[in-house]
């Protein structure tokens, strides 16, 4: 028990483990990891469930209310609010209870349970040509119980409204243990109720009661507009709206009932959209023109992007496709109309340009058919708070007001105050854009969150802005909901008679307000728990990597994360390969940034110590691929690989490391050690050999699962120098240096060779370094930074006279070439020579797309390819030149989306890591290339790709593009796995067996002599 909690914090533990079928967890990095949601407040909880099913979270709440514990629902945890972190037993919906219960076609209404993410609910509904019409901008990773918590939206509103306008009924839970479903209810059926008596009796009465006495007051309270949000929805519960229990129930985030299943109302998915761009020359004409255009039209969706927006945009050279379909202007509405044919949505654009007299060669006027394209500018509007949080310029921008509405013919007016009120506040250069449709505006402002002037006046401006939205007539939250940002406002918006009844409505279900208290009613105040905060004092922290676009401070990096919950998404892009397989917040890209920051110590009460020896972090930070797909997944750049390396050098500095640090972390100078005593067959003998090989995996941190990468009999270098061709002039135009990377180099020379005939096809000249050279990648992703340091230096003096005379360097491997642009300049921050090292860095495509001559044609094969590209270069390099020098040599490439391969370098050896390795490879990649026709190419230009492939059940060993063009230089590749063609090193289990026995045998025989060497011994002493 601690100060001011009346419960035993032990005993609650304890009894949640016997009767909760769940994982019950208060450990410190669980915590750490839950402490705050996408909001700018933070509490650490006490502890964390993840029920296996509803009647276990049913079960967990239960315990909860013996214990008098505070209890918070979570789904996806990206509520702006605050409404998702609280000093509560935190209930995670979403690893377990995630099914879709029923679907009822024909009525069109299904039953979920509350973990189930919008966008798989969706594509389960897909088949039915149904789907959930509310649809937030998180849509890949909100849950439908935090959707109903928030009474979410999104831009689809227009059409289809708010979460509550498409609840039929809910299965919910008080904290006292009543448990009913809720809907409208009719006289009979509330006289039934009434008779049945009990808790659910009380509840209604009383609800009704609150509601008889308040009818005017509710009638004239509640602002007549399409995105009033804020506070409990007592107008559901007016006769003329049937007295809905279940709709007054959505939105109150969790602080009156636990959600347990809810059945929704489905919409027909629109056969054919159609996307009617208009420009502006500022914000506020574009707030103008919507009523007119609401007139004449009926659009689905009503969305505005500012040039703000846009700028911001252009700086982080995000969405420039988007950005470039959009026509003259300075801000734009997007106005998008659906119908049963494609013409019919189309008709419905023209109809309006001409209702405005304007037509579709108006330069302010874009009127895509190409929905693709469509499906891109749309994107580009829901990246706004992604984009607007992290500016370049490296300012911060914060939630606070950032989803007020009114009624959209008010909205030009009001979109005036309120930016004299930023001036007032001096907050310059907010974004304003959002839901122009609905009158919903949303923006960041640079709120300074860290010292006691700037919180109070972000406090000031809080109330400011509340007064100001309410003299319009509108709502504090016309999406995001209160929580404790708008809490204490609500007064402002509701006078306080209203706000005293959602008070007793409060009281009616929760009684001892221990469901999510200091929320919406009786909330702490907007500007206490802040996650920063006057009295947040982190430890500064000497580094290895530079943070260069962080100020140099590591601690900064890490407060990148602001909570949006991208990397909690299950398909598309790479981000978050663990926590795709595990389903677990702490193996997010979130989690781990979370327990940095927590890690960093600026609060008292963090529950992870230790700073950099952290096991909490450690554990948290061992199943990241350090994929770097959060570096260019995540909308604000987290790059956790970076960060893992920079902990994993502090962690065990000065201490002893797991083994698979000197094993795959010295990778390179293994692979030299065994070429220098001429022993590459030996090694693939040992490391094959049966138990040698086992044993030798165990000794060096493997999983006994992988078989080890093989060795080739010659490496590229040696049979490179032993050609003994003249090096080029490097001051020659056509010369170029093919980069000799470690994998390439010992275990796939062939792949090298072939990027060599393609080069010089294309009249280049290539140049190789002698002697081993480094990219340091392996010491990097061990962490063990001030080798990787020396390594790089080592390198560049290798390079110099490339270096300097400005050679362009051809990396074949995407790790190592990404590590040349990326990880070495922050490594070694300052030094010209990695400056240039990573300005002449270039992947084989960029360098043939780029600056071939334009005479040369990539040699012709004309195949399909299923093409997986290397999480690094996805992060990094890009992809762009590959597509278009497989393009130009015919290939039918098939560039999947399938996320990462799940070996990721030394990640996928190490032991404790092949399940993980192998269920992320499983989700995607393998089965497409399963799925891949005999005669089309398998395509991985990564080395741990490639290793993947050849080491699962898919019959297909991938190659380098460099192979498959080389392979073409010589006529058409075989018409079955053209990767047969491919000489690559093999296992010789003879050899190994034959050593495994000679090694046996050579032990039998010294265990032998030693026994009879003891037995003389002791004869001769007796
Ligand atoms: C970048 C970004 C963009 C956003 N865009 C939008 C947008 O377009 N529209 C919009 O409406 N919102 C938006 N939001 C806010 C938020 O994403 C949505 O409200 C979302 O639907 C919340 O879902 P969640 O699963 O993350 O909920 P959570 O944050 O996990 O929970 C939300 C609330 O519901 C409660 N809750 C969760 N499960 C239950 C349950 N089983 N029983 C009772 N209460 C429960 C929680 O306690 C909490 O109070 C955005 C947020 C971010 C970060
Ligand atoms: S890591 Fe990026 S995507 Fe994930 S929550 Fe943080 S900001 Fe969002
Ligand atoms: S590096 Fe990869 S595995 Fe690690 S957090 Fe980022 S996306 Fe996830």
Redesign the pocket.
């Known amino acids: 028990m601690t100060a001011g909690q009346e419960f035993d914090l032990a005993a609650l533990q304890r009894a949640l483990r016997a009767e909760v079928d769940g994982e019950v967890r208060f450990d410190a990095g669980s915590r750490g990891a839950y402490a705050t ?2 909001s700018n407040y933070r509490h650490v909880p006490l502890g964390v469930v993840v029920p296996r099913t509803v009647e276990a979270g049913a079960a967990a709440v239960g315990v909860c209310s013996r214990f008098a514990a505070p209890v ?9 609010g605050g ?2 972190t609280n000093e509560a037993v935190v209930i995670d ?1 979403t690893k377990y209870c995630h099914r879709l219960v029923s679907v009822d076609p024909q009525g069109r209404t299904c039953v979920v349970e ?1 973990g189930i993410v919008l966008d798989e609910l969706n594509r389960q509904l897909a088949q039915h040509g149904l789907k959930f019409g509310p649809k ?3 849509h890949s990773h ?2 439908l ?6 009474n ?3 831009a689809s509103a227009q059409a289809y409204g708010k979460t509550a306008d498409n609840i039929r009924r809910l299965e919910v839970l008080t904290y006292e243990g009543a448990r009913f479903w809720a809907g409208p209810t009719g006289e009979d059926e509330y006289a039934r109720i009434v008779t049945d008596g009990g808790p659910r009796a009380m509840i209604y009465q009383g609800l009704r009661d609150i509601t008889g006495r308040h009818l005017a007051e509710i009638r004239r309270g509640y602002p007549k507009i399409p995105r009033r949000v804020s506070g409990y929805n007592l107008d559901s519960l007016l006769p003329e709206n049937g007295f809905d229990v279940a709709r007054a129930l959505v939105g109150s ?2 602080t009156l ?3 347990l299943r809810a059945e929704l109302e489905l919409v027909e998915v629109p056969a054919a959209e159609a996307l009617l761009v208009l420009g502006f020359d500022d914000i506020y004409q574009a707030a103008d023109a919507v009523p007119d255009l609401l007139e004449h039209s009926r659009p689905t969706q009503l969305e505005a992007i500012d040039g703000r927006m846009a700028q911001l945009m252009r700086e982080e050279h995000a969405y420039l496709d988007s950005l470039e379909s959009l026509p003259e202007g300075d801000s734009w509405l997007l106005v998008q109309f659906t119908g049963d044919t494609k013409q019919e949505a189309d008709a419905q654009a023209y109809e309006l340009l001409r209702a405005l007299g304007r037509d579709e060669d108006d330069p302010k006027v874009a009127l895509s058919d190409d929905p693709a394209r469509e499906q891109e500018m749309l994107k580009a509007r829901e990246a706004g ?2 984009v607007t949080a992290r500016p370049p310029d490296g300012s911060e921008t914060w939630e606070g007001w950032e989803d007020s509405a009114v009624a959209p013919e008010k909205l030009g007016a009001y979109l005036r105050d309120l930016e004299r009120l930023f001036d007032r506040y001096g907050y310059q250069q907010a974004s304003l854009y959002g839901h122009f449709g609905q009158g919903c505006v949303h923006t960041r402002i640079p709120f300074e969150l860290r010292e006691g002037k700037g919180i109070e006046a972000f406090r000031a401006f809080l109330f400011d802005a509340a007064d100001l939205v309410a003299s319009y007539g509108g709502s504090l939250s016309g ?3 209160d929580g404790q940002a708008r809490g204490e406002l609500l007064p402002r918006m509701f006078g306080q008679t209203l706000v005293d009844a959602m008070g007793e409505v409060k009281a009616l279900f929760d009684p001892g307000n221990r469901m ?1 208290p200091g929320k919406v009613i009786h909330p702490h105040r907007v500007d206490a728990d802040l996650r920063l905060g006057a009295a947040w004092r982190p430890e500064p922290k000497q580094t290895h990597f530079a943070y260069p676009d962080d100020g140099n401070d590591f601690g900064q990096a890490v407060l990148r994360c602001v ?3 991208n990397c909690r998404t299950h398909q598309g892009g790479v981000m978050c390969p663990s926590y795709r397989a595990t389903g677990e917040e702490e193996h997010s890209t979130r989690g781990r940034a979370r327990l940095l920051f927590e890690m960093l110590g600026g609060h008292d009460d963090s529950p992870v110590t230790g700073g950099w020896r952290s096991t909490e972090v450690r554990d948290a930070l061992d199943l990241c691929l350090a994929c770097k797909g959060c570096k260019s997944d995540c909308p604000v750049g987290v790059d956790m690989a970076t960060y893992k390396a920079e902990f994993l050098a502090h962690h065990y500095q000065g201490r002893l490391r797991p083994p698979a640090h000197y094993a795959m972390g010295w990778l390179p100078l293994w692979a030299h050690l065994t070429r220098t005593l001429a022993a590459p067959g030996l090694a693939n003998a040992v490391l094959h050999a049966p138990a040698l090989g086992r044993m030798g995996k165990m000794l060096a941190g493997i999983d006994p699962r992988r078989a080890a990468p093989l060795f080739a009999a010659d490496s590229f270098q040696e049979s490179w120098h032993r050609a003994a061709k003249p090096q080029p002039d490097p001051g020659d135009p056509r010369t170029v240096v093919l980069w000799p990377d470690t994998f390439t180099n010992q275990f796939h020379p062939h792949v090298a060779d072939a990027a060599v005939r393609v080069l010089e096809d294309a009249g280049f000249h290539v140049a190789v370094p002698a002697g081993p050279v480094c990219c340091g990648l392996t010491w990097i992703s061990t962490g063990q930074l001030t080798t990787a340091r020396r390594v790089l230096e080592r390198t560049t003096r290798v390079l110099q006279p490339w270096l300097e005379a400005g050679t362009p360097i051809i990396g074949l491997e995407p790790s190592c070439t990404a590590v040349f642009r990326t990880d070495a300049p922050d490594l070694l921050a300052g030094d010209q020579d990695i400056t240039r090292l990573a300005s002449q860095t270039r992947t084989f495509a960029e360098h043939l797309v780029n600056h071939a001559p334009d005479s040369w044609q990539p040699p012709r094969t004309s195949r399909a390819a299923t093409v997986q590209t290397h999480c690094h270069q996805h992060a990094v390099l890009g992809t762009g030149p590959d597509r278009e020098l497989m393009r130009r040599a015919g290939l039918e490439a098939n560039v999947l989306d399938e996320g990462c391969c799940g070996l990721a370098g030394n990640f996928g050896f190490e032991r404790g890591h092949y399940d993980l390795s192998r269920a992320i490879a499983e989700q995607g990649v393998l089965p497409a290339v399963r799925d891949t026709a005999p005669g089309a190419f398998v395509l991985a230009d990564g080395f741990s790709c490639r290793t993947q492939i050849g080491q699962a059940t898919t019959g297909r060993q991938a190659l380098h593009l460099a192979e498959a063009l080389a392979l073409a230089l010589d006529g058409p590749p075989p018409a079955d796995h053209p990767e047969k063609a491919i000489p690559r090193p093999q296992p010789r289990p003879a050899a190994a067996r034959l050593l495994t026995a000679g090694v046996a045998g050579t032990l039998t025989g010294l265990a032998t002599a030693a026994v009879l060497a003891t037995h003389r011994h002791r004869a001769r002493r007796r």
């Open positions: 949601d996408g918070l629902s979570r789904g996806g945890g990206t509520s702006l409404q998702c919906w509350p937030p901008s998180t909100c849950a119980g935090g959707m109903i918590g928030n979410s939206c999104g985030e969790g009932v636990t959600v708070l992604g999406e995001h909901g999510n909570g949006i919950g």
